[in-house]
């Protein structure tokens, strides 16, 4: 039988911060700048170190908001997402959507944007290759593509 989530809590050793930055991928900075201006609440300390102590809930808390942050969510949208998350899955559904889903239209104009950065570094390396080699003609396929990409531009 799978543990449950208290199982887990209960179980699993808090994280330090050293080992919340690690997994989260965020700076030390960053966790204690979070946990000042309130999205992730006051962090729990150790009562002997007084260090900060990342328990289950916390530690997933962290752990989406690095996702959300990674694919370049802003920390006020972060912010209202959190907020949104207290008022409710069906209070606040409509709205949670929406925020989604503006947020996934802007990352499909980052990558269709990074496409087009990747096609040019491969033409370009296309085109100096072939001129290490001396192949004009391929050369001048590479230009001609590089040229056709610079125009999407």
Same mark, same amino acid.
């Given at each position: +039988?799978?543990?449950?989530?208290?199982? $887990? @809590?209960?179980?699993?050793?808090?994280?330090?911060?050293? @080992?919340?930055?690690?997994?989260?991928?965020? %700076?030390?900075?960053?966790?204690?700048?979070? @946990?000042?201006?309130?999205?992730?609440?006051?962090?729990?300390?150790?009562? %002997?170190?007084?260090? $900060?102590?990342?328990?289950?809930?916390?530690?997933? *808390?962290?752990?989406?908001? !690095?996702?959300? $942050?990674?694919?370049?969510?802003?920390?006020?949208?972060?912010?209202?997402?959190?907020?949104?998350?207290?008022?409710?899955? #069906?209070?606040?559904?409509?709205?949670?959507?929406?925020?989604?889903? #503006?947020?996934?239209?802007?990352?499909?104009?980052?990558?269709? *944007?990074?496409?087009?950065?990747?096609?040019?570094? #491969?033409?370009? !390396?296309? +085109?100096?290759?072939?001129?290490? #080699?001396?192949?004009?003609? !391929?050369? @001048?396929?590479?230009?001609?593509?590089?040229?056709?990409?610079?125009?999407?531009?």
């Amino acid at each position: +039988m799978a543990a449950t989530k208290a199982d $887990r @809590e209960r179980t699993e050793p808090p994280l330090t911060i050293q @080992e919340m930055a690690q997994r989260s991928g965020f %700076s030390e900075p960053t966790l204690r700048y979070y @946990e000042k201006i309130g999205l992730l609440g006051p962090v729990p300390r150790d009562d %002997s170190s007084g260090h $900060r102590r990342y328990h289950g809930a916390l530690a997933e *808390r962290v752990d989406a908001l !690095a996702c959300l $942050r990674s694919s370049g969510m802003s920390v006020a949208e972060m912010r209202r997402y959190l907020t949104l998350l207290d008022e409710g899955d #069906r209070a606040a559904a409509a709205e949670q959507r929406d925020l989604f889903t #503006r947020h996934a239209d802007r990352l499909s104009g980052e990558i269709e *944007r990074l496409r087009v950065r990747q096609a040019y570094m #491969r033409g370009k !390396a296309d +085109m100096w290759d072939a001129r290490y #080699r001396g192949d004009t003609d !391929a050369e @001048e396929r590479a230009i001609e593509q590089v040229e056709h990409v610079l125009r999407r531009f």
